[in-house]
């Protein structure tokens, strides 16, 4: 009778001994996945300046587009008749191809030919401001409803000045050293970009509340970019002031509603373009005289401004 019980101990003791050994090799492997688990949010923290630099391009490029394909259509309606007109198309059409090469590129370094594009482009965009503005002044009544209403868009120069600025600024972030904060212009980075996006997508705001104040809201759908953009602003410039992590998140959630509202904006005026006379069978005449196509893409680009500097914000690196 006591012989079995030795045999017992002893596989007692070596059941003992493997589950040792079994505790000590999870231990072992649950240290290594910390670490690495370590090292990629290091990584990740290190490589956010160029990530929102490349977003910032994005949104560059976003806007360019934007007023490449409207300034296009609007100077083709208004028959080119002053030969600066075609200024904007090919200042667009570059600053489009400084954007999609900082998209692609995975370089954390500044390019000067970009920087230089994006510079003429914000340039370009304050003199068309100012040539607008004259265009509506010098008309009877000067600055009256019907001449905002129907005289060149004083907001549109402004879209291009600040895909110019957005360029500009994503050079500069993206040459930023690692663990470095991000200065733009001697100001925390991602406080000015959250400024800048939360007063841009305002200004978007009132050129979206006034062509549709000329359309009477005859369709409900028209409120969403005068009620949803405000919000994502006023939450953006809130974490401007105090980025607590609550209202980062809401004001994120806020942004990625304004970037789809700009695509399903598109989509609604490809309806109202439609709905004219011969549709899109008549598109020669209905994509003047119809609602403008590329407009809402532009709350798609100042909104990934938006989500760029929050992303900083996150990052310490404002």
Not at 19 to 28: M, V
């Amino acid at each position: 009778m006591k012989r079995p019980r030795h045999r017992q101990s002893g596989a007692h003791r070596l059941s003992a001994s493997k589950a040792d050994d079994l505790l000590a090799e999870i231990q072992d492997r649950l240290i290594v996945l910390d670490n690495r688990l370590k090292a990629a949010t290091v990584g990740q923290a290190a490589a956010t300046p160029l990530r929102a630099g490349r977003q910032l391009n994005g949104a560059a490029a976003i806007l360019a587009f934007s007023v490449l394909a409207d300034s296009a259509i609007e100077h083709y309606r208004g028959s080119f008749r002053n030969k600066a007109m075609y200024t904007p198309l090919a200042v667009t059409s570059l600053t489009l191809a400084a954007s999609l090469s900082g998209v692609f590129d995975r370089r954390p370094e500044r390019h000067v030919l970009r920087d230089t594009v994006y510079a003429g482009a914000g340039l370009t965009g304050l003199i068309g401001f100012c040539f607008h503005g004259w265009n509506v002044l010098k008309r009877t009544g000067g600055l009256s409803w019907h001449n905002l209403f129907y005289a060149a868009p004083i907001g549109a120069p402004m879209a291009l000045l600040l895909a110019g600025g957005y360029g500009r600024a994503a050079e500069k972030v993206r040459d930023t050293e690692k663990d470095a904060p991000v200065q733009i212009a001697g100001f925390p980075g991602a406080k000015l970009l959250g400024a800048i996006a939360s007063a841009g997508l305002m200004g978007t705001v009132a050129e979206a509340a006034l062509l549709h104040f000329r359309g009477a809201f005859h369709n409900r759908v028209m409120f969403a970019p005068v009620t949803v953009p405000p919000l994502a602003a006023l939450l953006l410039g809130a974490c401007v002031i105090r980025p607590a992590h609550a209202l980062r998140r809401l004001a994120r959630s806020a942004l990625k509603l304004t970037a789809a509202l700009g695509f399903v904006g598109s989509g609604f005026h490809i309806y109202g373009i439609a709905r004219n006379m011969g549709g899109w069978r008549n598109w020669r005449q209905n994509l003047l005289v119809g609602p403008p196509l590329p407009a809402p893409p532009s709350f798609t680009g100042i909104a990934m401004t938006g989500l760029a500097a929050l992303s900083l914000m996150e990052g310490k690196d404002g």
